[in-house]
């Protein structure tokens, strides 16, 4: 037995050993590679979903935000309407008595009065549709606001409601001596806004009117072409239908459905805010109604176009798999195979087995290292990658705001385009009568061209806003502050809150500039919004700005009472809004303190002061 025994022991060692690695390795090698496998599946499966949340939650942003537009350019409707009736009657009554004023005492009366009328029927509106008109108090028509209402004496005119709606006009003007009326002028063709004033000569009065519905076809159109001139994602895709006829189809919605697919679409327009996922294979769109235009808002996407991305994701994902599984089938032979040898010649070549082991684990070592290095450089692209997706929903964000500035470069320009109008209509009515002189010319060209002037550097400022930053700048936040201020006057001005900007010391500061403004705009913005709220009585922002060699700071405070304290430690958070949906979608102030906080390496704090809230810029 002891002999056998001594013949057994040596394949004891080598096979005892033997069997239990490979055991081990077995149990542990089937039991890792599920855990891979799952673990893999479940990232895979969690890739893909968290994929579709965001673009479902992008495409409900954009539905939002053109929705947010919409209401804006229709709730001014009725104000620009009596804007421009302001304006174009404001006009006209400066016109006529300029020619009164002239020519009083040196002309006949009836002369005057033929000037007067032959400048005034010059002053055609809307491609010759709206006009300015001349009536006495006693309802006789000097000048016709219509070919439809040419008679001699309108005092006992209707309108379609009944109403002696000319009677009304001498009433207002005699009485107050200018104001606004609404009537269904004449039949068929829906209200009318209509201002008169009092002329202060010959018991005249003037007035012009604008159709409403002729307005808000206008305001379609405009809408129309904003939306058309939005840029989408590739797999995207959106639509407009007034009522359920569509009135534009991105080209992507053209391309990736066919016209089953798109009559379904029509066919399920609700106007409750809805996401349809059943009713279209392979696509997500969401449906958002615009009641007091009628108008049904599509945005979609595809899931076969949006996942080529996170496909490369996924693919990489199966290769680390693979890998994995190799790596741990070449450990496990590796294993075996040592074992063997170990156990053949653990007597012998004890210390070459070591001498192996130690360059082993020096190979090893190596591998770690250079696995290190490779993990810094991976880390270093991601953070470059993050700033740059940063950087880029910065632009969005700022392109998100492209309605508002539209609306701020409109209310800019409006004023100078109606003194170049004056202006041109003084040169013609010069050369008409005769008494165009080169000095006169002259000097309305110069005024010509410093409107021109200020309406370029209105285009330039809002242009320079809009062009991303690459690089930072060394620039005084003075600058920035008056940058940002004027780029909101019109619409401060607008809704009646005066600013007042105090700045302190002269040192510049190297910061991204139009990133900067961003942030002032955003908190001016909000200040405003919250102003008029609350209709405070003599709303006021205040902007206190100190810049020294050490530190920036700029103060922006308001008088509107304050931030509930229940809430002030959340409004920096995503989404978190103190607005309803159709006013705010919660990232304004987020991004603000991204960007102070992350790109500019500063702080943004808010408190309450004893008039309001202020909010303070660090950097």
């Known amino acids: ?40 599946r479940h990232v895979k499966e969690r890739s893909i979903k968290e994929h579709i949340e965001s673009k479902k939650a992008k495409s409900e942003i954009w539905a939002e935000q053109l929705n947010l537009l919409f209401d804006y350019k229709y709730n001014r409707l009725e104000e620009d309407i009596k804007t421009e009736l302001s304006q174009r009657v404001d006009m006209a009554y400066e016109s006529a008595r300029f020619i009164y004023e002239k020519y009083e005492g040196k002309k006949d009366k009836r002369e005057i009065k033929e000037r007067i009328v032959d400048a005034l029927n010059q002053m055609t509106y809307s491609a010759k549709k709206d006009y300015i008109f001349i009536a006495d108090f006693n309802g006789n028509n000097v000048l016709s606001r219509s070919p439809l209402l040419n008679q001699e004496n309108i005092s006992g005119y209707v309108d379609v409601d009944g109403r002696s709606i000319i009677l ?44 409403v519905l002729q307005k808000q076809e206008s305001l379609k159109e405009i809408l129309l072409s904003m939306v058309k001139s939005i840029p989408i994602d590739s797999a995207d895709f959106m639509g407009l239908y007034d009522g359920r006829k569509p009135i534009f189809l991105s080209k992507n919605m053209r391309e990736f459905l066919g016209e089953e697919s798109l009559e379904v679409i029509s066919k399920n327009l609700s106007k409750k ?50 890998n994995e599984l190799e790596f741990i089938m070449k450990a496990s032979a590796s294993i075996v195979v040592f074992v063997v040898i170990l156990s053949l010649l653990l007597s012998r070549k004890i210390n070459q087995i070591f001498s192996q082991y130690q360059m082993e684990v020096q190979t090893r070592t190596d591998e770690l290292e250079k696995l290190n290095q490779s993990l810094e ?38 004023q100078p385009l109606n003194q170049m109008s004056y202006l041109f ?79 302190k010391g002269r040192n510049l500061t190297h910061i991204y500039k139009n990133e900067f403004i961003q ?89 309450n002061s004893e008039e309001g809230a202020c909010f303070k810029i660090e950097v």
């Open 1 to 40: 037995m002891r002999v056998n025994e001594k013949k057994i022991i040596p394949y004891l060692i080598v096979l005892v050993p033997l069997t239990l690695v490979l055991t081990a390795s077995f149990f542990i090698t089937t039991f890792y590679i599920d855990k891979v496998s799952a673990y893999f």
């Open 425 to 503: 209509m003084n040169i013609e009515s010069a050369y008409e009568y005769k008494e165009l002189t080169k000095e006169y010319l002259d000097e309305k060209l110069r005024e010509g061209n410093s409107l021109l002037e200020f309406m370029s550097m209105t285009i330039d400022d809002f242009r320079n806003y809009f062009r991303p930053d690459k690089d930072k700048e060394f620039v005084l936040v003075s600058d920035l502050v008056n940058t940002s201020v004027s780029l909101m006057q019109k619409s401060l001005e607008i809704s009646g809150v005066s600013v007042e900007v105090e700045a």
């Open 168 to 211: 009304e006009e001498i009433q207002k003007v005699r009485k107050i001596g200018e104001g606004f009326l609404e009537s269904n002028f004449y039949s068929g063709a829906g209200k009318e806004v209509i201002l008169v004033k009092n002329l202060d000569m010959y018991d005249w009065y003037i007035g012009s009117s604008i159709n």
């Open 519 to 607: 942030v002032m705009l955003n908190l001016i913005k909000n200040a405003k919004d919250i102003l008029v709220d609350k209709q405070v009585q003599d709303p006021k922002i205040t902007i206190n700005s100190n810049c020294d060699s050490e530190k920036l700071i700029v103060e922006v405070c308001d008088n509107g009472g304050g931030i509930d304290e229940a809430i002030i430690d959340k409004i920096f958070d995503p989404y978190f809004s103190t607005k309803d949906k159709q006013s705010g979608t919660g990232l304004g102030l987020y991004m603000s303190k991204m960007i102070i906080e992350e790109h500019l390496n500063g702080k943004l704090s808010v408190r």
């Open 273 to 322: 805010s809805t996401w349809y996922k059943d009713t279209l294979d392979g696509y997500y769109y969401y449906s958002k109604y615009y009641e007091p235009l009628d108008w049904y808002l599509v945005y979609g996407f595809g899931i076969s176009k949006m996942s080529k991305k996170e496909f490369n994701k996924q693919r990489e994902l199966e290769v680390m798999l693979d």
């Open 377 to 414: 450089q991976r880390i270093s692209d991601g953070l470059k990658a993050h700033r740059e997706k940063d950087k880029m929903l910065i632009q969005q964000s700022k392109m998100a705001e492209m309605g508002d500035m539209l609306s701020m470069i409109a209310h800019q320009w409006r």
